[in-house]
């Protein structure tokens, strides 16, 4: 794709309003995006019937020159632009009415892969949601080819998926609130550098220049919806941004799962109310989520466990102190082991992946 082109797209996909729907109606009378920057207001309003002031000539300017300086930072980030009528689009999200009309990526994960999954859920997570989330990722890798999870990067439940995903070698596409030129939260950076480098995805249909809203995490939220066959809610209280992906989900004719919990945890209220409505399927483990999507499962040999891993001697030192004093914050065990806290991090972050130690929110940690 030459620069001149990918100029005219970003600019089409930056106009407000802009929809598949409404690129395709454009395409149907003009020939090519170049040609919507070049007509004039009253064309423009004759061919859509609209009255927007989308279609005034000093607005479409200003987002030709926004895009220009667009193309220059994907082609020096080495991110990928995908257009709504390039091939390797995905599929899944071409179906929703409201998918953007192109998508910016990093990394080189199929967003057409076989069986596509997203695993959602609250920022404050509890052990009981890590550790299914772990166990879920960890069987659904076991059992089918071509697997590839979607979240959001955000704490919690989120992040959980994305690192169970990285310990079980699976592909995983977290899809962001803002461009690429910043990853928020910027405490998972070293995550979505892992999740590139391990065959996955870093998605947004925001550019770099676009400012960031609270808005814009529940607009993502229909990209992580739409991408995936089925979307599982893991933890979540009675309202929240998993909900609103939930919602979506089963918008777009997809099917929902959710993690019931006791009545009396806050975040499990709202699983167990999407259950009790009928808005999703309860869920216990990957093999109902296989039955209920009549995927084909691999044989496969059960993995042992390993039951007394070897721990050097910071790992050991880290592990002894949880025992002592479950769920602290990282600062505190570094104070009590006398290491700086980069270094216990480290440690942490390696443990984690071995399943022996759980990550909370607020920068606690737990033994798994």
Same mark, same amino acid.
């Given at each position: 794709?030459?620069?001149?082109?990918?100029?005219?797209?970003?600019?089409?996909?930056?106009? *407000?309003?802009?929809?598949?729907? +409404?690129?395709?109606?454009?395409?149907?009378?003009?020939?090519?995006?170049?040609?919507?920057?070049?007509?004039?207001?009253?064309?423009?309003?004759?061919?859509?019937?609209?009255?927007?002031?989308?279609?005034?000539?000093?607005?479409?300017?200003?987002?030709?020159?926004?895009?220009?300086?667009?193309?220059?930072?994907?082609?020096?980030?080495?991110?990928?632009?995908?257009?709504?009528?390039?091939?390797?689009?995905?599929?899944?999200?071409?179906?929703?009415?409201?998918?953007?009309?192109?998508?910016?990526?990093?990394?080189?994960?199929?967003?057409?892969?076989? #069986?596509?999954?997203?695993?959602?859920?609250?920022? #404050?997570?509890?052990?009981?949601?890590?550790?299914?989330?772990?166990?879920?990722?960890?069987?659904?890798?076991?059992?089918?080819?071509?697997?590839?999870?979607?979240?959001? +990067?955000?704490?919690?439940?989120?992040?959980?998926?994305?690192?169970?995903?990285?310990?079980? =070698?699976?592909?995983?596409?977290?899809?962001?609130? *803002?461009?690429?030129?910043?990853?928020?939260?910027? =405490?998972?950076?070293?995550?979505?550098?892992?999740?590139?480098?391990?065959?996955?995805?870093?998605?947004?249909?925001?550019?770099?220049?676009?400012?960031?809203?609270?808005?814009?995490?529940?607009?993502? &939220?229909?990209?992580?919806? /739409?991408?995936?066959?089925?979307?599982?809610?893991?933890?979540?209280?009675?309202?929240?941004?998993?909900?609103?992906?939930?919602?979506? /989900?089963?918008?777009?004719?997809?099917?929902?799962?959710?993690?019931?919990?006791?009545?009396?945890?806050?975040?499990?209220?709202?699983? &167990?109310?999407?259950?009790?409505?009928?808005? /999703?399927?309860?869920?216990?483990?990957?093999?109902?989520?296989?039955?209920?999507?009549?995927?084909?499962?691999?044989?496969?040999?059960? @993995?042992?466990?390993?039951?007394?891993? @070897?721990?050097?001697?910071?790992?050991? =030192?880290?592990?002894?102190?949880?025992?002592?004093?479950?769920?602290? #914050?990282?600062?505190?065990?570094?104070?009590?082991?006398?290491?700086?806290?980069?270094?216990?991090?480290?440690?942490?972050?390696?443990?984690?992946?071995?399943?022996?130690?759980?990550? +909370?929110?607020?920068?606690?940690?737990? +033994?798994?």
């Amino acid at each position: 794709m030459t620069d001149d082109l990918l100029t005219y797209r970003i600019a089409l996909a930056s106009i *407000r309003g802009m929809s598949v729907d +409404l690129a395709q109606k454009l395409f149907d009378v003009i020939p090519d995006e170049r040609e919507f920057f070049e007509l004039d207001e009253h064309t423009l309003k004759q061919i859509t019937g609209g009255r927007s002031k989308v279609y005034d000539k000093f607005y479409r300017s200003q987002q030709l020159e926004r895009a220009r300086n667009e193309v220059e930072f994907v082609n020096k980030k080495n991110i990928r632009v995908t257009y709504f009528t390039d091939a390797n689009y995905p599929a899944r999200l071409l179906e929703a009415p409201d998918a953007p009309i192109l998508l910016y990526s990093s990394g080189d994960c199929d967003l057409n892969a076989a #069986h596509i999954i997203s695993v959602v859920g609250t920022r #404050h997570a509890t052990p009981y949601g890590i550790n299914f989330t772990q166990r879920l990722i960890a069987d659904l890798a076991a059992a089918l080819p071509g697997l590839v999870v979607v979240s959001g +990067l955000a704490y919690g439940i989120d992040i959980a998926a994305h690192r169970a995903c990285l310990h079980n =070698q699976v592909p995983t596409v977290a899809v962001m609130a *803002r461009g690429l030129n910043h990853i928020y939260p910027a =405490q998972h950076r070293n995550d979505a550098v892992a999740i590139v480098r391990q065959g996955g995805a870093i998605v947004t249909d925001y550019t770099s220049l676009d400012e960031i809203h609270r808005g814009n995490f529940l607009a993502r &939220n229909r990209i992580i919806a /739409a991408l995936s066959d089925c979307t599982v809610v893991v933890e979540s209280a009675t309202s929240g941004g998993a909900l609103v992906t939930a919602s979506l /989900a089963a918008s777009y004719n997809r099917d929902v799962f959710a993690l019931p919990g006791r009545i009396s945890d806050e975040f499990s209220s709202g699983c &167990n109310r999407l259950i009790k409505s009928n808005r /999703a399927a309860l869920i216990t483990g990957a093999e109902e989520l296989i039955e209920a999507m009549q995927w084909e499962s691999m044989a496969s040999v059960p @993995q042992q466990r390993e039951m007394f891993p @070897q721990l050097n001697t910071e790992e050991q =030192q880290v592990v002894d102190a949880l025992r002592q004093h479950p769920d602290s #914050h990282i600062n505190d065990i570094a104070s009590a082991l006398g290491q700086p806290v980069y270094r216990i991090m480290s440690t942490l972050m390696d443990l984690e992946c071995r399943n022996i130690v759980l990550s +909370l929110p607020g920068s606690r940690f737990s +033994l798994a």
